[in-house]
């Protein structure tokens, strides 16, 4: 009996098995990558800018702290409730959102629906604290709390 048929040889085979468990692991980390990132979305706030100023008129004075925020995360982030010294704006009896009233003496710019910021996005947020509460040279916390419970602190020593 004559043999005429050939085998592939173990080198071809070997390449062969090589590149298909190269290819079945490209796939695979691709897929695992394409899950994880849709169930990892997150939000994170940067306070990238904080100062003050002294505004005066005639019926009183007050403390105006601007912060520059940004989110950063992959997913959109909304600040519902800003603390100044542990203590929130609104407890002072103040309304958020819009500018300051002479007759208030502390408020913050953000809305009572609060500020949402989507990917990337930066704003403004004012906060304002009449003088009689905080005096010069003094250290304040300023906290900003998002909707899904986190806080983003910055200090600001008012000049």
């Known amino acids: 009996m004559l043999r005429r048929r050939k085998a592939v040889s173990p080198a071809v085979t070997t390449t062969i098995l090589v590149a298909v468990?190269?290819?079945?692991?490209?796939g695979a980390s691709y897929w695992i990558m394409g899950v994880s990132t849709q169930s990892t979305r997150?939000?994170?706030i940067e306070?990238?800018?904080?100062?003050?100023?002294l505004e005066t008129n005639v019926t009183n004075a007050h403390w105006r702290i601007v912060l520059g925020v940004k989110?950063?995360?992959s997913d959109a982030a909304t600040i519902r409730e800003v603390s100044v010294n542990g203590v929130p704006v609104n407890v002072y009896g103040a309304s958020n959102g819009g500018s300051l009233p002479n007759?208030?003496?502390?408020?913050?710019?953000i809305s009572s629906s609060g500020l949402t910021l989507r990917s990337g996005e930066g704003a403004?947020?004012?906060?304002?604290?009449g003088d009689d509460l905080i005096s010069s040279g003094t250290s304040c916390e300023v906290k900003l709390h998002s909707e899904a419970g986190m806080d983003y602190l910055r200090l600001v020593k008012l000049a």
């Open 21 to 26: 468990a190269i290819m079945l692991s490209i």
């Open 42 to 44: 997150f939000e994170t």
């Open 47 to 53: 306070i990238t800018t904080a100062y003050n100023i």
């Open 71 to 73: 989110n950063t995360g």
């Open 103 to 109: 007759a208030m003496c502390t408020g913050t710019s």
């Open 124 to 129: 403004t947020v004012y906060v304002w604290i």
